[in-house]
């Protein structure tokens, strides 16, 4: 069973800018589609961008799109998300995993903007 390790997130600003990182114990090239996922309290965890295997489509929620870049090397099983223009409402935990969720959810990186 491959394992996800994120990283990358903390406190900034609103208006700041993060990159989270997450990386895989496994080979992630067979993986169709990977994606960022993200939970803030009291809410359902929400899919936030996807990339397919060879990082030639993307997609993203409507809330994040024009700010977020997700992006993956599966030479190096690493996918990341390159978030700008953050805001309050970014405020979340985030994970990552496959499109269908296949694997066992990571322990996550924490994002907190303060506005």
């Known amino acids: 069973q491959v394992q996800l390790v994120e990283s990358g997130g903390g406190l900034v600003q609103a208006g700041g800018s993060l990159r989270l990182s997450c990386v895989a114990s496994?080979?992630?090239?067979?993986?169709?589609?990977m994606g960022w996922y993200r939970q803030a309290p009291g809410k359902q965890r929400e899919l936030v961008a996807t990339?397919?295997?060879?990082?030639?489509?993307?997609t993203y929620a409507d809330s994040v799109k024009g700010r977020f870049t997700i992006s993956r090397d599966n030479n190096v099983n690493t996918v990341w998300l390159q978030m700008n223009q953050l805001k309050a409402e970014d405020t979340a935990v985030y994970y990552c995993?496959?499109?269908?969720?296949?694997?066992?959810w990571g322990q996550g990186t924490q994002v907190t903007v303060s506005s």
């Open positions: 496994g080979s992630i090239f067979p993986i169709n589609y």
């Open positions: 995993n496959t499109r269908n969720e296949d694997y066992d």
């Open positions: 990339i397919s295997r060879m990082g030639v489509d993307t």
